[in-house]
């Protein structure tokens, strides 16, 4: 497993941008599959973002599309969501997640697809 710290949270207004980091640390030799999910008070955690080891492939829930776009820098280990035209419903603790994997540009979309998760960061957007 890798160790994930997510960082680049804070209180925006609605239509503002943020940028996430999640920097990863440990077993990073290995190739990992990473993604972004977020949960709302009172709700489930869900899917936001995916993105494959090489970073060639990319996935997105249908409420994001558009605004948020998923990235990483392998050289840095650390991936980003780049948040923009933030709107209140986006308000959420924002995780990343991580998964080794052998050779394959998969994109995982499922929690339970992934074994490493950060600490979370908060995001919140004011009306």
């Known amino acids: 497993q890798v160790q994930l710290v997510e960082s680049g949270g804070g209180l925006v207004q609605a239509g503002g941008s943020l940028r996430l980091s999640c920097a990863a640390s440990g077993r990073t030799d290995n190739n990992y599959v990473m993604a972004w999910f977020r949960q709302a008070p009172g709700k489930e955690r869900r899917f936001v973002a995916g993105v494959s080891w090489r970073g060639s492939s990319t996935a997105y829930a249908d409420p994001v599309k558009g605004r948020f776009t998923i990235s990483r820098d392998n050289a840095k280990n650390t991936m980003y969501l780049q948040m923009n035209n933030l709107v209140p419903e986006d308000t959420a603790v924002y995780y990343c997640?991580?998964?080794?994997?052998?050779?394959?540009?998969?994109?995982?979309?499922?929690?339970?697809?992934?074994?490493?998760w950060g600490q979370g960061t908060q995001v919140t957007v004011s009306s």
């Open positions: 997640a991580a998964r080794a994997i052998l050779f394959s540009d998969v994109v995982y979309t499922t929690d339970s697809d992934f074994d490493s």
